[in-house]
């Protein structure tokens, strides 16, 4: 007979052979294993679910279990259930190869990866209504090579909104637009170098693409100790050859938390006794929801920190803007790093952004993308509260992110099996620095920012399914 078993949040057929309804459902349960329709870490129905799905004896179900589980096939564990074998990837014929040879890594069918917002939420009809007003409005020097500091225009409107938004000190002559935050870390450590900096401390948890970056620019990235409430600044001053330090103090990426006050105004001390910079990248800083507004880091001192900020997170990273709000004896130095001409950034776009700003639509779609990112945020709660309560959630009070932790040292097998079921994301240890020195954690940073809302339910579904 044929038994759709839809238990397993998935069209999976099952055909129990003639020959004894258990040795028929073994015989089913091994060939969905074989074939991989049952990936490794896959929880499995409950004796009692299954029998009822299928309208056979539960004793029935009982024993193909622990059959299977004797062979190899399955995992049985107090609390944990039934779950599906780790087991290694089989192999497969070569098939002939009539053309160019295809990477037989699949294509992951969702995403929660971090650092990402939803590009399907992109504001398309009010980003080209801007830019139509933008094109109309925009001077004949618009179309010319340009100010390395970026269009006045975009200067003048991130000036006012950074202020009011974010708490910045901000004026257009120290403003710097930028092509995104990698690109402003470029052009700063450029410059710090010029100046003779050795090293930039950087948080113990971070992207490793920043890191190599200043690395690339011949300075080296020592890495602050890190506890629960987030970065140690006040043992900035045992880092002897430190002339900078990056952070992320309004909401730590990836572990989330906000830099305390005491912690904060260490790094503003430090800064100003040494005469050292604090390069702070306002990572989703506009996304809160339980707590009230974080400002900027600089607004503490404007004479020290280098303000970076982007339109990645807010609107989408193929924009490729971003802008630096800069120390006055600093701007000058950067705008010249960037060049005699504005080559990188696109003056119309720049225009657009300005134009997107001052009009409010910018206003109008932070404040949506906050109520959906929110929304999200209560649905991975809530499902994990139902279907894994073993795994707390930490880092949720703004951002568009979370951090799962997990057992210790099952982050490996999780994000394995997370493949298998079809779904991309990262483990807290892809994040750690190489020369950290706080204890190693078994997490998920999971981007719930990231998937179109097509793709939102079917995601959490496969999360939830790869969990301990």
């Keep these: 007979m044929m038994d759709s078993w839809a238990t397993f949040g998935a069209d999976l057929h099952l055909e129990l052979s003639g020959s004894g309804v258990r040795a028929g459902l073994m015989d089913a349960l091994r060939e969905a294993v074989r074939t991989g329709r049952l990936a490794p870490g896959t929880r499995l129905p409950s004796s009692r679910s299954l029998a009822a799905d299928l309208g056979i004896a539960r004793n029935t179900v009982a024993d193909a279990y622990a059959e299977l589980v004797a062979e190899g096939w399955l995992t049985a564990r107090q609390g944990s259930g039934t779950r599906v074998a780790p087991r290694s990837a089989p192999r497969r014929a070569a098939a002939p190869q009539s053309g160019p040879r295809r990477s037989a890594r699949r294509r992951p069918t969702y995403s929660l990866m971090p650092g990402s917002p939803d590009l399907a939420a992109f504001p398309r009809t009010a980003w080209l209504a801007a830019a139509r007003r933008a094109l109309t409005a925009a001077p004949n020097d618009a179309f010319g090579y340009g100010d390395p500091r970026g269009r006045i225009e975009l200067r003048e409107v991130l000036a006012g909104y950074l202020a009011r938004a974010r708490g910045v000190y901000a004026e257009p002559e120290r403003i710097v637009i930028c092509s995104g935050f990698v690109h402003g870390l470029m052009l700063i450590g450029k410059v710090l170098r010029q100046r003779r900096v050795r090293d930039v401390a950087v948080e113990s948890?971070?992207?490793d693409i920043h890191w190599n970056l200043l690395t690339d620019a011949g300075l080296r990235t020592p890495a602050l100790p890190f506890d629960a409430t987030g970065t140690r600044t006040g043992e900035l001053g045992a880092l002897r050859h430190a002339g900078a330090v990056l952070m992320a103090p309004a909401h730590q990426f990836p572990v989330g938390v906000p830099l305390p006050p005491d912690r904060r105004a260490a790094a503003v001390d430090?800064?100003?006794?040494?005469?050292?910079?604090?390069?702070?990248?306002?990572?989703?800083g506009e996304f809160r929801y339980?707590?009230?507004?974080?400002?900027?880091?600089?607004?503490?001192?404007?004479?020290?920190?280098v303000y970076l900020g982007t339109a990645s997170k807010s609107l989408a990273p193929g924009l490729r803007?971003?802008?630096m709000v800069l120390p006055?004896?600093?701007?000058?130095?950067?705008?010249e790093a960037k060049g005699q001409a504005d080559w990188v950034c696109s003056a119309l776009?720049?225009?657009?952004?300005?134009?997107?700003?001052g009009s409010g639509a910018y206003d109008r779609h932070v404040r949506g993308m906050r109520l959906r990112y929110r929304r999200r945020r209560d649905q991975l709660v809530a499902a994990l509260a139902e279907r894994a309560p073993g795994v707390p959630v930490t880092g949720i009070a703004a951002g568009m992110h979370a951090v799962l932790e997990l057992p210790p040292g099952t982050e490996r097998s999780v994000t394995q099996a997370a493949a298998w079921q079809g779904l991309a994301l990262e483990g807290l240890s892809r994040f750690r620095h190489r020369e950290s020195t706080a204890p190693a954690r078994d997490a998920l940073?999971?981007?719930?920012g990231t998937p179109p809302d097509s793709a939102w339910t079917g995601a959490l579904d496969a999360l939830c399914r790869a969990l301990p």
Aim: aromatic content about 10%; overall charge negative.
């Design 290 to 305: 339980d707590r009230q507004p974080v400002g900027a880091l600089q607004g503490l001192d404007p004479d020290r920190v």
């Design 205 to 207: 948890y971070g992207l």
């Design 321 to 323: 803007l971003g802008w």
């Design 270 to 284: 430090w800064a100003r006794a040494t005469g050292g910079v604090i390069l702070e990248d306002d990572y989703d």
């Design 328 to 335: 006055a004896q600093l701007a000058g130095e950067v705008a």
């Design 349 to 357: 776009d720049q225009l657009t952004l300005a134009e997107f700003i």
């Design 445 to 448: 940073v999971v981007g719930y």
